[in-house]
């Protein structure tokens, strides 16, 4: 296969890819992106870009999808200057509100949709030493990698997750929605950009990151949680949203649903030469 192959499979559509071009989505899961709450992920993934020496007290670094900017805040501690950019007004104003509780002035938030950006209007062409792209939807073609690769003059990295087992949501969805069907790339998205990156000759690698962590939620923040999390993906019709409601409530325990959820992540990351 070539390069066009697998920017050919990677546009497929599928049942789990997410709408393209809906900030309104992730404006709604502001809050469940903003809990306080530590994430295990923050470390383990700002530990392997140190030891990586992909991030350094010099490194300038673009954060592409930031959220509410808890890995721009986590990089900014050593980085020279980070920048989160994200597609959801609210997301933005979250990660502005944190920085400032947070005191942190060597970061700057920007709410950009990363499929429309002109890298010559930002004057961003191989301006940044680290790109990172971490769970989210912004690079999911093509375009938007080449796109990434244009503006860093060091290293990139993308994450996504390669198999996540929630206890409730596993459970939810087959219950709604029937038995989700199984990506047999892992994760198509991954898959295509290593290959890419490959015929490309950049040499990409890959770490792998197993994660463990307990969530709970009253039924109403869970249902809340889910509803959204799913309308990412898909319409949600009444009757939809009535079947996740039932479904939380039978698997409340004193007004709370508790899940687990294992997960490993995929981070595919190399060097612009």
């Not at 599928?14 to 903003?34: I, L």
């Not at 010099?58 to 986590?74: A, W």
């Not at 039932?246 to 981070?267: N, T, Y």
Request: hydrophobic fraction near 40%; charge should be neutral.
């Amino acid at each position: 296969m070539d390069i066009n192959s697998f920017e050919l499979l990677w546009t497929e559509k599928h049942e789990d890819s997410y709408k393209d071009d809906n900030p309104g989505c992730w404006d709604n899961r502001v809050q469940e992106f903003n809990r306080s709450k530590a994430d295990e992920r923050i470390d383990l993934i700002t530990d392997f870009l140190l030891q990586k020496g992909m991030l350094t007290k010099e490194s300038t670094v673009l954060d592409l999808g930031c959220g509410p900017g808890k890995f721009v805040l986590e990089f900014a501690k050593t980085a020279e200057y980070v920048i989160g950019v994200d597609i959801s007004t609210k997301m933005i104003q979250a990660a502005r509100e944190n920085s400032v509780k947070q005191r942190v002035a060597n970061v700057e938030f920007i709410e950009l949709d990363w499929h429309k950006a002109d890298l010559a209007t930002l004057k961003w062409q191989k301006k940044f030493d680290l790109i990172t792209a971490i769970m989210s939807p912004a690079i999911n073609n093509k375009q938007n990698l080449d796109k990434m690769i244009q503006a860093s003059k060091g290293y990139c990295m993308v994450c996504h997750f390669l198999e996540r087992l929630d206890s409730v949501g596993n459970e939810l969805q087959k219950h709604v929605f029937g038995r989700k069907k199984e990506d047999e790339y892992g994760n198509r998205g991954l898959y295509c950009i290593f290959n890419i990156l490959w015929l490309s000759k950049l040499c990409p690698e890959i770490v792998y990151i197993n994660t463990e962590r307990e969530v709970s939620r009253t039924v109403e923040e869970a249902y809340q949680h889910y509803v959204n999390r799913f309308a990412a993906r898909r319409d949600l019709t009444a009757a939809d949203k009535l079947k996740i409601k039932d479904f939380l409530q039978s698997r409340a325990v004193d007004g709370l649903v508790k899940e687990k959820i294992r997960a490993k992540i995929a981070c595919v990351y190399w060097q612009n030469n």
